[in-house]
């Protein structure tokens, strides 16, 4: 059974991450990760090297895990992409307040400088007096804001000012630590119990099972704390003011094991921070460790299960059990409205819950507004920002969170962009015999010749011959992958899927987004399977592109990415291979069209589940016999699943809300 984790994230000051490209499709077996790296995956720990080399993410050398399917988790630089993808985001907001200020200079023809209209907020103070807290601290009791909305009548830009009241004042005691304490019944007591806080001054590799150079067993020094936290407190725990050059992660674990919330690079540079809330008070347990490939331990209980390669070093951990102060206010939404927002001041985390109180998308220290196209209006920068699409007609509420002191946070909605486009319908063009393909679009090292779906055919046991005829199954189950299957809260999804063999007129024209069948790794520079352009929340940029890559899928019978793998005798070859490659294809328009990826290791197949591992249950739909092309094959669709929990973000997110409303007709 898959464990319910809380992901904890943040991005100050993250090292870069590098691998080199590969020049040919991935060997069989590397798109598979250990159970315990699984779990590191979970909990939002990366389990690919890390390297100060920032200039080889320059040269473009690994793709964007945010917007690439990746054969292989263990090659994500997530944790460089993030301080990348900050940097981008204040530079896009920044420019975007340039351009607000060169038009209320010069009027509106002036802007030039970023396409993103800026809307003026109206200001809304919280209403809780500075230094209190308890009267907007829930969901339920959410400070409304009656004036925010989409509708003509009221102001769709608020700019809400308020104060994180300051939690009680503890004495924080010194604790000591003797080895081994590297497993929860070993575990040093804080001495906390409820409202408490604890410093330690501690290394990591001086005991039993540190390196193997130290006398250790090698198998990875863990240090675990012992917590009593008390009703309605959060645990938290950072590693501020360790040595230099140590990189730590943190875990806090319950008494049975069971890892609920980790971070791995939240504080600064490459130290950690975690902040955890548990429903039921009872003593919990924070596990300082090193960095790894494979950085947890197999079992919490053994403290030699690990599978060493941790960092080492002097650390510093402060841990505290506090009530800390959270801001909840309500606004209106209309299904479909589109909203961001951003946070600045004290506040680092950003919550958007539906009107049942059910989170929707969250997130601390996280922020893709780079990701968005230069057309979409979306806000970023700052913090945290995020971007939701309502489901449901309500008052939802935003959740405020962070430290103590002022903070100001920016809501905007919008409608749909294509509702802009009234009586025009988007395209979604597949090119499956481009030609020559600027692969620079995704990070690609420019106009590279690329080798039609024809040649890949073969490779699949299908006749060359049937090329056509697969291509426009393939169509026909993307249209109905886009279309046909998607009920969500518009009423009128309203899109074309063709073949650019048929129709070469439409390519480069407005409301037309091209997507390309083709090609391999070698040939195009870019280590993935797919990869989109942007992820466009509220579709406001309507000629976003994307790339499907065939060799891995094609790559001999081993490999969890490649469809041969899943294919025998008994195998409608045909049927399988076409519904594979159109369910990877709707996966990358989904992010065009504003779906991040989802945890691909849960119960639910989703079609924005993310690459790594699981591909045959996950996107190619293959059933419990293990086999494509079967009776029991399943049809992957768009549908509500938590978020990838490496990515950052936290909750629900509906992907067949977010992609009918991508295409709303009127």
């Not at 309500?330 to 819950?353: C, H």
């Not at 486009?421 to 090292?445: E, K, S």
């Not at 739909?621 to 669709?637: K, L």
Request: charged content about 20%; some cysteine; proline content about 6%.
């Amino acid at each position: 059974m898959r464990r319910n984790i809380l992901v904890a994230t943040g991005c100050a000051g993250l090292l870069a991450v590098v691998t080199p490209a590969l020049s040919v499709a991935a060997p069989a077996g590397d798109d598979t990760v250990t159970p315990s790296q699984q779990e590191a995956l979970d909990l939002g720990i990366q389990v690919a090297p890390k390297d100060s080399d920032a200039a080889a993410l320059a040269a473009r050398t690994n793709p964007n895990p945010y917007l690439a399917n990746l054969p292989d988790l263990t090659d994500a630089n997530y944790f460089a992409w993030n301080k990348v993808m900050h940097e981008r985001a204040e530079q896009r907001a920044d420019s975007a307040k340039l351009a607000a200020n060169r038009r209320a200079a010069f009027g509106a023809k002036a802007g030039g400088v970023n396409a993103r209209a800026v809307l003026t907020p109206f200001v809304h103070d919280e209403e809780e007096p500075a230094g209190r807290s308890g009267s907007n601290d829930t969901h339920p009791d959410a400070e409304p804001i009656p004036g925010f909305g989409t509708a003509a009548a009221r102001m769709p830009a608020v700019r809400i000012l308020g104060e994180l009241a300051a939690p009680a004042a503890v004495t924080t005691r010194t604790v000591t630590t003797t080895e081994d304490q590297g497993s929860i019944p070993l575990a040093t007591s804080t001495g906390i119990v409820g409202n408490g806080a604890s410093v330690t001054d501690s290394v990591l590799g001086d005991g039993p099972h540190g390196p193997v150079a130290s006398g250790g067993s090698g198998s990875n020094d863990f240090d675990f704390f012992s917590v009593q936290v008390g009703a309605g407190e959060t645990l938290t725990a950072n590693t501020e003011g360790s040595a230099t050059g140590t990189d730590t992660i943190l875990v806090v674990w319950d008494a049975e094991g069971t890892p609920l919330a980790a971070d791995d690079d939240g504080g600064t540079g490459l130290l950690s921070s975690v902040s955890y809330k548990p429903e039921a008070p009872g003593t919990y347990y924070v596990m300082v460790g090193g960095y790894a490939f494979d950085p947890l331990p197999a079992d919490p209980f053994d403290s030699g299960s690990g599978a060493g390669g941790a960092d080492t070093g002097a650390y510093r951990v402060t841990i505290a059990s506090r009530r800390l102060d959270a801001d909840f206010f309500s606004l209106r939404l209309r299904p479909g409205d589109v909203i961001g927002s951003s946070a600045e001041g004290t506040a680092t985390g950003l919550k958007v819950r539906t009107p049942s109180g059910e989170e929707r998308v969250g997130g601390v220290g996280t922020d893709a507004s780079s990701l968005y196209p230069p057309t979409s209006p979306l806000i970023g920068g700052g913090n945290t920002a995020i971007a939701y699409v309502a489901e449901e007609a309500g008052w939802y509420s935003v959740q405020v969170s962070g430290g103590t002191g002022a903070y100001d946070v920016t809501v905007e909605g919008y409608r749909p962009g294509t509702q802009g486009d009234r009586g025009r319908q988007q395209t979604v063009l597949l090119d499956f015999a481009p030609g020559r393909v600027n692969t620079g679009t995704w990070g690609g090292p420019g106009t590279r010749s690329v080798s039609p779906l024809s040649s890949f055919v073969p490779l699949w046991g299908i006749a060359r011959a049937d090329a056509r005829r697969l291509e426009n199954r393939i169509v026909n189950q993307v249209r109905r992958n886009l279309q046909d299957e998607i009920a969500g809260t518009n009423p009128s999804v309203n899109v074309q899927v063709l073949n650019a063999r048929d129709n070469q007129e439409l390519i480069g024209q407005d409301n037309v987004s091209r997507i390309y069948i083709a090609g391999t790794i070698a040939e195009t520079g870019i280590n993935t399977i797919g990869i989109a352009q942007y992820i466009d929340p509220g579709n406001f940029g309507h000629q976003d592109e994307a790339i499907v890559l065939l060799d891995v899928l094609s790559n001999p019978a081993g490999p969890a990415s490649s469809l041969n793998t899943y294919i025998n005798a008994s195998s409608d070859r045909f049927t399988f291979v076409s519904n594979a490659v159109a369910n990877v294809t709707a996966h990358e328009v989904g992010h065009t069209i504003g779906n991040y990826h989802t945890d691909n290791a849960n119960e639910i197949h989703n079609m924005m589940d993310s690459g790594g591992a699981n591909f045959g249950q996950n996107l190619y739909g293959v059933g419990p016999d293990n086999v494509g092309g079967t009776a029991d094959d399943e049809n992957i669709q768009f549908q509500t699943d938590t978020y990838s929990p490496v990515e950052g973000f936290t909750g629900l997110e509906d992907t067949e809300n977010v992609t009918s409303w991508a295409y709303a007709g009127r």
